[in-house]
């Protein structure tokens, strides 16, 4: 076993919570200070800070392990980072990486997050913990860790034994760190579950959140699920039949009706889920939904791994269409690189504005506006390259406005 060097703790599992190396450091030195321990480790982040995503994590790297630990191993073994950043492009997921590491403020944990709700969270707000974890750990370390995949708020039992997890700290809204305590097992308020038992379905979505913070579920990463998306609607047969396919098998594995779903997983799932990510109306921080979907896919035997690739996005004859494809090719990889709803690439690619865009796909019209705004100039030149526009669409109305400005 290699050992990281932790004052007189000698490892830290992976998937552990950095939070239980600051916590050692903290009670190490005297445990007098919290957010003195804390800025030690961190530099000056603003006091107390709960930095879950592992932000500056080079100088904590460093006052934590030494020169042990490259800093990205930390950031994807370690922090929330090795999570969210699994459905990430691998350019941007490098990108976010890079500015974690040096400190830097970073837009692309905003990218991620849902247009569609505003009380969507990233993290818990309070800190809980798993009594087998918390066993294991003492009897085979000597001493008990907080854990990543227990901070995810789509995740209620211990991914790792099945056990319901235990609110220990309380936290706050606004991310202040929570106490600097290991954890001992015991509740200070009663469990929020609102199921009693963990269906076959629910076990299995479990076990893929370890697959995910493990980098195993390759699947999920935007361009990869873009791709697995199509195919998938096309080998059951279109979109109607594969959202009725996919539900009937959820209702059967988690033993409830899939519009209930909701209910389990909070508003980390949305209602009629299946279809927005059939029709790809989903955004990238909505990795819960996905996993839900790939347990009814496991169960139908559907595998995984890329599917024959003509069934994706065959070329049309016409020289018309053959325009229109071309301009969904560039459009859908801009798309997924900044982590905007898929869905729009059709409609845009067509021609239409942007309220016709939205109309046509659910997609809101203001999400519409930022992501054409996104678009860099030179990107828009070649667009307009690529066969006529209409003067109302999209394309020619954006041109002139950065003329404009």
Known sequence: ?????LGYAPY???????????????????GTSETRSIEEVYGHIGGRKRNVFGERVKYASSALFGRYVAPMDVLLRHTLFG????????????????????????????????SSSRTFRYVTEDLRSCRACIEQDIDELGYPSWYVLHTLPPVHHCPMHGDPLVTEIKGSVGGNMWK?????????????????SASDGY????????????????????????????????????????????CEQLTRSWELPTDRLHE????????????????????????AQKLVILTACDALGITREALPEQMCMLLPS???????????????????????????????????????VSKSTGVHRHTVQRFIESLPTSTLVELSSLGSWAVGSWLPKELVRRQRN
């Open 1 to 5: 076993m290699h050992c990281m060097q």
């Open 12 to 30: 830290l599992r992976p998937g552990a919570l950095l939070l239980t190396a600051v916590v050692w450091r903290h009670l190490l030195n005297g």
């Open 83 to 114: 999570v969210y950043s699994r459905a990430l492009p691998k350019r941007i997921a490098n990108l976010w990486a890079m500015t974690l590491i040096d400190g830097q403020a970073s837009h692309v944990k905003g990218m991620a997050r849902p």
């Open 180 to 196: 600097l305590h290991l954890p001992t097992g015991n509740a200070i308020k009663n469990s929020a579950l609102r199921f009693e």
């Open 203 to 246: 076990a299995a979505y479990l076990r893929l959140w370890m697959d995910v913070m493990e980098g195993r579920l390759t699947t999920i990463t935007a361009d990869a699920w873009a791709d697995y998306v199509d195919r998938l609607t096309e080998r059951l047969g279109g979109t109607e039949n594969a959202v009725g396919e996919l």
């Open 264 to 287: 389990i997983l909070g508003n980390h799932l949305q209602r009629d889920f299946v279809r927005i990510e059939l029709e790809h109306r989903t955004s990238l921080g909505q990795i």
């Open 318 to 356: 016409s020289e018309s269409s053959s325009e229109v494809h071309a301009r969904k090719l560039l459009l859908r990889g801009a798309i997924v690189d900044s982590g905007f709803p898929l869905a729009i690439a059709s409609g845009l690619a067509s021609g239409y504005s942007k309220l016709e």
